[in-house]
RNA sequence: GGGCCCGUAGCGAAAUUGGUUAUCGCGCCUCCCUGUCACGGAGGAGACUGCCGGUUCGAGUCCGGUCGAGCCCGCCA
């Protein structure tokens, strides 16, 4: 018999059906025993004699009458005739699997990976995730953004700073990419508009709810430009995309954390960083200091204004500082000391940074001058602006920070199957 | 890198100002129960309270060290 997917159970009304799972949880009642039967579509409940040898855990297969049934959760249950235990259990789980929510230190979440991940609500976490990704390639094709995949292991930093990992590359030392910046630049002078999904990693040793060491980045790059809020909005629409692909197909694990999802508005509000910054002091009494990024209690506070005078869990942040920023920055021509680009803020989190770049080549010379950095090593990158890089701008997107804000999760630990963090090498 | 909290059965927690046999829930084992769905009921096993040292008549509780974990800040996506 073929194999039934406890998902299109229905499809086998007054049939036998042969189903594949895990055991979920038992309920024993005496006389009649209830095994919920879990695959990769769903869960059953199937009715056993009580003699029946399985335990929680076991891989089964398991033949039987489908019948439509008001009592059992789904509206469907299953006269279990014959079950076979295919790969049994031999320790206790160390977690409990069995309940409605699953209840962990995130320690213990982590440490026990490779069975926290089995629990119907962790799943759903990655389910959405896959959404997210599978959604985000289709809409970037859309807008004619060509996917490439460029190399993590890189002769130079791309972002500056010491926050890289070193690592040995035969006789030579490489470093692993902090973002694809560099070769997403060099590709629009090829393809014009182009956009990956790839790792990206950052050596700092950050102890928050909101960073790891290795994540998905969602990046994006586009030619031909006229200025920054080209940019923006194109992320605006992508997102508004994405986020209707998600609210139409991930509903049953939107609906497992009672999660009502953010509406992506026409227009995300745009407003300037040294406006905002006045806004949350004058209206929440929040104080940060000039010349640079407000704080994460600040971007909290951005986020609620966001919400309470237009309505909107988005919201861009503009004219950020020079100094803030990399080198490849473009500058805001009426004011040097601001830069032309922007950071998008969901429910208060910073998701995305985005901007125009300088693509002048003498331009950029002047400007890595400023911050001090050589340009040794970053010739291929640096060169290549002799050659007529049109005007051109783009953004990095934290793809895990997306599923943590939507699902409102604790931590971005759990939006990632095996995270890394300072110090979890393992699993 | 700076700061703040926390380590108690497999898991999640409790334990008055230091005081007798370390408590509860889930899970596990045994028994009862034909409609449960976080099933219910009865009973049981399971903890040298992270580790080392100190103070004290007496330490899960106080002190020092050590190992482990979490969070905040910085930095960022």
Avoid at 61 to 88: M, N, Q, W, Y
Avoid at 269 to 289: D, N, R, T
Avoid at 403 to 416: F, M, V
Wanted: proline share 5%; charged share 30%.
């Amino acid at each position: 018999m073929e194999r039934a997917l406890i998902g299109k159970i229905s499809e086998y009304e007054d049939k036998q059906a042969l189903i594949k799972g895990r055991v979920f949880n038992i309920r024993n009642l005496g006389n009649i025993v209830f095994l919920i039967v879990q695959d990769y579509t769903g869960t059953i409940q199937v009715v056993v004699d009580k003699s029946t040898e399985v335990k929680t855990g076991d891989a089964v297969v398991i033949t039987g009458l489908v019948k439509k049934d008001a009592r059992a959760k789904s509206g469907f249950e299953i006269k279990g005739e014959k079950l076979e235990v295919v790969s049994p259990n031999i320790e206790d789980l160390p977690i409990d699997l069995s309940k409605e929510d699953i209840n962990l230190n995130l320690n213990t979440l982590l440490d026990y990976r490779p069975l926290s991940l089995r629990h119907p609500k962790v799943q759903a976490i990655f389910k959405l995730y896959d959404i997210l990704l599978k959604s985000y390639e289709k809409v970037m094709r859309e807008y004619d953004f060509t996917e490439i995949k460029t190399p993590k292991i890189l002769g130079t930093a791309t972002e500056g700073g010491a926050n890289f990992f070193k690592v040995k590359y035969f006789e030579k030392e490489a470093t692993l990419a902090q973002s694809p910046q560099f070769y997403k630049q060099i590709m629009v002078g090829v393809l014009e508009r182009v956009f990956e999904v790839g790792s990206v990693f950052r050596a700092e040793p950050h102890f928050t709810t909101r960073h790891v060491n290795e994540y998905i980045g969602l990046d994006a790059e586009m030619g031909y430009i006229v200025d920054f809020y080209e940019v923006a909005k194109t992320l605006n629409k992508v997102l508004q995309q994405v986020f209707a692909e998600i609210e139409k197909e991930g509903k049953p694990y939107l609906d497992l954390y009672n999660i009502e999802l953010s509406k992506v508005p026409d227009e995300i509000p745009f407003i300037k960083l040294s406006e905002i910054k006045k806004i949350i002091k004058e209206k929440y009494g929040h104080e940060v200091s000039e010349g640079t990024d407000i704080d994460p209690k600040g971007e909290e506070l951005a986020g609620k204004y966001a919400k309470e005078e237009f309505g909107s869990d988005f919201i861009f942040i503009t004219h950020y500082p020079w100094s803030d920023r990399p080198f490849y920055t473009m500058p805001d021509p009426t004011n040097p000391e601001e830069t032309c680009g922007f950071d998008l803020l969901y429910k208060g989190l910073e998701i995305a940074t985005g901007g125009q770049r300088i693509h002048k080549y003498d331009e950029l010379l002047s400007s890595m001058k400023k911050k001090g950095i050589k340009p040794k090593g970053m010739e291929f990158y640096v060169d290549t602006f002799k050659y007529a890089i049109p005007p051109h701008g783009g953004w990095g997107m934290g793809s895990e920070r997306i599923i943590k804000q939507i699902l409102n999760l604790e931590s971005i630990k759990e939006a990632i199957l095996f995270p890394r963090d300072v110090k979890r090498l393992i699993p």
